[in-house]
């Protein structure tokens, strides 16, 4: 599945220069992966809270292409796949206007958050994971 979360850039997002500091980046894709969660219908509240499974990023990856300035609307691209019971990743494509900004990728793995072991991803996400929601 691919979903799309547009937002302007802010200037408190921008460095010196003008452009777009590069974790903020990561963290707009932070917020495109929550409004895809919340679309596919994913109760965000349980999700991300304190529950019998944790499911946290355990790598992070981001290359540039070309900056962004506020103002721009920057346009995220997310697509998940399921890579195993207990782990999934997402790829992000930013864009603004035609142009390719940057690519993305986060991993992510289900764990219990007690004794840290990894389980099985809640199945509420696996209708995301397919597509199918």
């Given at each position: 599945?691919?979903?799309?979360?547009?937002?302007?850039?802010r200037?408190?997002?921008?460095?010196?220069?003008?452009?777009?500091?590069?974790?903020?980046?990561?963290?707009?894709?932070?917020?495109?992966?929550?409004?895809?969660?919340?679309?596919?219908?994913?109760?965000?509240?349980?999700?991300?809270?304190?529950g019998?499974?944790?499911?946290p990023?355990?790598?992070?990856?981001?290359?540039?292409?070309?900056?962004?300035?506020?103002?721009?609307?920057?346009?995220?691209?997310?697509?998940?796949?399921?890579?195993?019971?207990?782990k999934?990743?997402?790829?992000?494509?930013?864009?603004?206007?035609?142009?390719?900004i940057?690519?993305?990728?986060?991993?992510?793995?289900?764990?219990?958050?007690?004794?840290?072991?990894?389980?099985?991803?809640?199945?509420?996400?696996q209708?995301?994971l397919?597509?199918?929601?």
């Amino acid at each position: 599945m691919r979903f799309t979360y547009s937002r302007p850039i802010r200037f408190g997002e921008t460095d010196g220069a003008g452009v777009v500091y590069f974790s903020n980046l990561l963290s707009l894709c932070h917020e495109a992966y929550e409004a895809a969660l919340a679309d596919a219908g994913v109760n965000l509240g349980q999700f991300f809270g304190a529950g019998a499974i944790a499911v946290p990023i355990v790598h992070a990856d981001i290359d540039f292409r070309s900056p962004l300035r506020c103002g721009d609307l920057a346009c995220v691209q997310v697509a998940p796949t399921g890579l195993a019971e207990h782990k999934f990743a997402i790829a992000y494509q930013i864009h603004h206007q035609d142009v390719l900004i940057a690519t993305a990728q986060t991993l992510h793995c289900a764990i219990d958050p007690v004794t840290r072991q990894t389980v099985a991803l809640p199945a509420d996400l696996q209708p995301w994971l397919r597509g199918s929601n």
